[in-house]
């Protein structure tokens, strides 16, 4: 059985489609999208190992004329020359305004297949299909798009809106287990900013650390309420004027720790799992969240296998001085994003240097 | 005296101001926008040379913290290339979501500043200020931004609308006469297929080839009323799903001579100039539009001391090779924007390659 999301904006309007062991039907889907005869899929080598395949037929069986095109995975490939690669392949095969850019793969494949869509031709059709829980939940939804400039992520980008997400959580299964938990803190995030609902249904589930220990059907559930958070959130701001900050709960310390350790030792689910467990405390200690709400998200992060602690060789005071270079860092006053409820956040201006590194010493792993 | 016209999309609404003499109160322009602090310049050297410390002086004077960047004149330095040097500097200068990056220049530097704005940190603000007259009635106008593919014009690039297009004629001193003649021909061109008080006002000029030879009132006026076309034709069709097409009126056989001269020995408004000739004498023969209709627009393009004839190295032959080798060709149909009045076109899908022939045959210089 599919779910559908409708996204509606004011100037545009698309469907997030989550249908389980239905890649092979994806044609289907975009046929009924009026889209010109040409699709390029983009992805990287490894996923177009997986599903390449499967995707083409079904979109060649639909009457499309496909192409592909592979760019190597991981950040070191966001980059502008990559683009510049795919604008060649794009000349090359005589896309058109009707032709589409399918990116099949996670969010560094959905970024820039976004971006290259956005300026070919002033824009053609985009379509997602992401493969990893974090794209599916996350950055496919939302319409940001982008490379990193080499010095800075994401600062070369564009806004633009997809004309379908269309997610099959089957394809989750070749994920690495370690990816799989960096994409469950994001759903656990928006249980905890948004959505009670989601918040119990995690909490009644025996384990969150890995596909095969969660029930397809709720799995399913748990990705349309996650996805059904972002839309609701990126509707109200869709050019990130306010509301969409709210999204950024966990990402404030789980910035300055990723920054910190060089984007390496630790994937950004898990920095964000981090950044949860110490805003968490820092809104209990400023008396907006109680300790037991507290617990509770804590022992999600549990359940999924995240880590709760932060390595004693990073030292708080450094952390402390990450978060005011941020680039959300207005006038060196850092902005919280706090819990006031399950399913309820609110965005505080000033939070007291003292109070974080409490909160960053408790957590320190002994 | 200034003209304001108001730009109304669903998504956005700015303002063309047209106030001559007033380049060096720009700065209050901007002020009213509510921008953030910085602004950068970008330009060409010879541009720069002559208005950019006016332009800097009033923004400075104005509050504005104010950098410049410039780029070599021409086509060549179209590329992307160009565009990446730019992000660098909005990095150096550390530009942010507020600041404003600022073309000064022709339709060559408002196309890449636009697309830089369109995709620095996914769209900063972005103000016109247009050098050229063909700047001012055509490229400052629709949203239009880009650079070329090494292999094609314009093909990368994205819709991304200004906050503010601010024309001072008087700029127009020190463009070179035959640029303005090429922006004439655009000129004429609103005037046969929009705009019949216009084309009247152009009529009753005894000179139109000269800045010198056109009271500046006058010039006013029709700079606006091409503008007003403009955006006329751009709101009722932003990305160019219909109506936009009759834009390209003169532009179908212009292009294939530009294209075939190597858009070197004639430029962009005088192959226009040569395509709205060729336009008015196809629609002569296909019985829409009289043959007195199609002499007063000749008329005026001498008047604008434009050319009227093909050179006669250039084969019929090869000008309709190219125009079914065109992007906008459907099937090898050619499909020619012609006159049914003066004010009014139409577009006709099948011209025969017997009627454009014998129309290029006429025009051939003796």
């Not at 062991?21 to 080598?45: E, F």
């Given at each position: 059985m599919?779910?559908?999301?409708?996204?509606?904006?004011?100037?545009?309007?698309?469907?997030?489609?989550?249908?389980?062991?239905?890649?092979?039907?994806?044609?289907?889907?975009?046929?009924?999208?009026?889209?010109?005869?040409?699709?390029?899929?983009?992805?990287?080598?490894?996923?177009?190992?997986?599903?390449?395949?499967?995707?083409?037929?079904?979109?060649?069986?639909?009457?499309?004329?496909?192409?592909?095109?592979?760019?190597?995975?991981?950040?070191?490939?966001?980059?502008?020359?990559?683009i510049s690669q795919v604008y060649d392949v794009a000349l090359k095969y005589r896309l058109e305004r009707s032709s589409t850019l399918l990116a099949l793969g996670g969010g560094v494949i959905g970024d820039m297949t976004g971006f290259a869509a956005a300026t070919w031709l002033r824009g053609i059709n985009f379509v997602q299909v992401p493969t990893s829980l974090l794209a599916m939940v996350d950055a496919s939804i939302g319409g940001k798009t982008g490379v990193n400039h080499p010095q800075g992520k994401n600062l070369i980008g564009a806004f633009y809106q997809p004309r379908l997400v269309f997610i099959d959580p089957m394809v989750l299964k070749t994920l690495p287990v370690r990816e799989f938990r960096a994409g469950m803190a994001e759903v656990i995030k928006y249980g905890v900013i948004w959505n009670q609902d989601l918040f119990n249904q995690l909490e009644a589930q025996k384990n969150l650390d890995s596909l095969d220990n969660i029930n397809l059907e709720i799995l399913q559930e748990i990705i349309k309420k996650s996805c059904q958070a972002k839309v609701d959130v990126v509707n109200q701001d869709e050019k990130e004027a306010g509301l969409r900050a709210i999204l950024n709960y966990g990402h404030t310390i789980g910035h300055a720790i990723e920054s910190l350790t060089g984007y390496s030792q630790i994937n950004h689910g898990e920095a964000v799992a981090i950044g949860m467990v110490a805003a968490g405390k820092i809104a209990v200690k400023s008396g907006m969240w109680t300790k037991e709400m507290s617990q509770r998200q804590d022992d999600l992060i549990k359940k999924a296998a995240l880590p709760e602690s932060i390595d004693k060789s990073l030292k708080s005071q450094k952390i402390i001085e990450t978060l005011q270079l941020d680039k959300k860092v207005k006038a060196g006053k850092v902005r919280f994003i706090l819990p006031t409820n399950i399913g309820k956040v609110d965005i505080k201006e000033e939070i007291p240097s003292e109070v974080i590194n409490t909160v960053l010493e408790e957590m320190k792993r002994t």
């Open positions: 599919s779910s559908v999301i409708q996204v509606t904006l004011p100037h545009t309007s698309y469907n997030i489609v989550i249908d389980p062991n239905s890649l092979g039907t994806i044609g289907r889907y975009l046929d009924s999208l009026q889209l010109g005869q040409k699709v390029m899929v983009i992805s990287n080598p490894e996923i177009f190992n997986y599903y390449g395949k499967t995707v083409i037929n079904s979109l060649k069986k639909t009457g499309f004329e496909v192409f592909s095109h592979l760019i190597p995975p991981g950040e070191t490939y966001k980059t502008l020359d990559s």
